[in-house]
């Protein structure tokens, strides 16, 4: 997957290449202003033994911007108008969700782009799809009457006075809720993959999509 995204992308002269590996941490596996070439690639390649147990979204975007800016810095500043791209490779699981929501409009606003290649793992008899994937959460249902006081709305009901007044708070309380899992997904660009041979494909098809949305929504 890696090497059919990075070979697409050399071949269009996208511009200079970075690609990091990530879990738990976060490593340069090819430093920008290096080409990304044959002999290269087995380098990189050697990055990836995927034996870290935990995926940190959160501070893989952290990292990432770091490296963006400091690109453009290089730059001497040419790059200002030009957009960046993030693509992140993965199976879609992350958490976070708020602080990563928080980065990515940080990002945008600094003109980089950052899309998820969700890998979808299913298994031979079709399950296990992200698609299908939910998850429950819990939601404030409607405020409901409490005898023992007028609340501010904080949903914590305040004690009467005592004697009798009558007065009648309302307390919130947690409903539970299953919903698909990519209803929350934090990442606005996103593209779901069964097929890896259609990547590129599917990946040129979507980004011509979402850059001509932002466009669309500056000008």
Not at 53 to 58: C, F, G, P, S, V
Not at 75 to 94: A, F, P, T
Not at 127 to 142: H, K, P, Y
């Amino acid at each position: 997957t890696l090497a059919l995204v990075t070979q697409s992308l050399t071949a269009l002269e996208a511009g200079d290449l970075c690609i990091l590996s990530f879990g738990s941490d976060v490593r340069v596996a090819l430093p920008f202003g290096t080409p990304f070439s044959a002999s290269q690639g087995a380098h990189v390649f050697q990055h990836f033994s995927f034996q870290q147990t935990k995926t940190n979204i959160l501070k893989l975007l952290t990292h990432a911007l770091d490296l963006f800016r400091q690109a453009r810095e290089m730059s001497g500043g040419r790059g200002g108008e030009v957009w960046q791209l993030g693509i992140i490779i993965g199976d879609g699981v992350c958490e976070d969700h708020d602080a990563i929501r928080l980065l990515l409009r940080k990002a945008m606003e600094e003109r980089i782009m950052f899309v998820f290649v969700i890998i979808d793992a299913v298994n031979e008899k079709g399950e296990g799809s992200i698609v299908d994937m939910q998850e429950a959460v819990f939601e404030d249902a409607e405020p409901m009457a409490s005898p023992y006081g007028l609340s501010g709305g904080s949903g914590v009901g305040e004690a009467g006075d005592g004697e009798g007044s009558g007065k009648v708070g309302k307390t919130r309380e947690k409903k539970l809720k299953i919903r698909r899992y990519l209803d929350n997904f934090p990442f606005r660009y996103y593209v779901v993959v069964g097929e890896i041979g259609a990547l590129p494909s599917v990946l040129a098809q979507a980004l011509r999509g979402w850059f001509g949305e932002v466009v669309g929504e500056r000008f």
